[in-house]
C-alpha cells in the first residue's frame, strides 16, 4: 500500500466513525464511544497515548504497532466528536512546518 492509499484509508475510517455514530450501542463500539461522550473518549486516548509508550519502551514491535492504531483510532473518534478531522490536524502540521 502506498503513502496515498494509507491517508485515503484514514478518511475511509473518518467516514466509517461518522456513520457510526448514531448507530445501536449494542452494536457499534464507536457509537458507545459517542454514547458516553467526550469525557470517556478523552480517556480512552490518555489510556491508548500510555499503551504506546509502555509499548515503546518495554513491547515489541508488533505490541507498539497495535497500541499506536488503537490510539489513533480513538483520536479520529474524539477529533469527530469536536467536528475536526484528521485533515486539519495536518493543516497544522504544514502550519508549523512554514
Request: proline share 1%.
Amino acid at each position: 500500500m502506498n503513502d496515498e492509499n494509507n491517508i485515503d484509508f484514514l478518511h475511509t475510517l473518518e467516514e466509517v466513525i461518522e456513520s457510526r455514530k448514531d448507530a445501536r450501542t449494542d452494536e457499534s463500539y464507536t457509537a458507545k464511544l459517542f454514547a458516553n461522550g467526550p469525557s470517556r473518549m478523552a480517556q480512552k486516548v490518555g489510556e491508548e497515548g500510555v499503551e504506546v509508550a509502555l509499548a515503546s519502551v518495554v513491547g515489541t514491535r508488533e505490541d507498539i504497532l497495535c497500541a499506536t492504531a488503537d490510539l489513533i483510532y480513538h483520536l479520529l473518534v474524539l477529533l469527530n466528536q469536536h467536528d475536526l478531522s484528521f485533515a486539519d490536524v495536518v493543516a497544522e502540521l504544514e502550519a508549523r512546518h512554514r
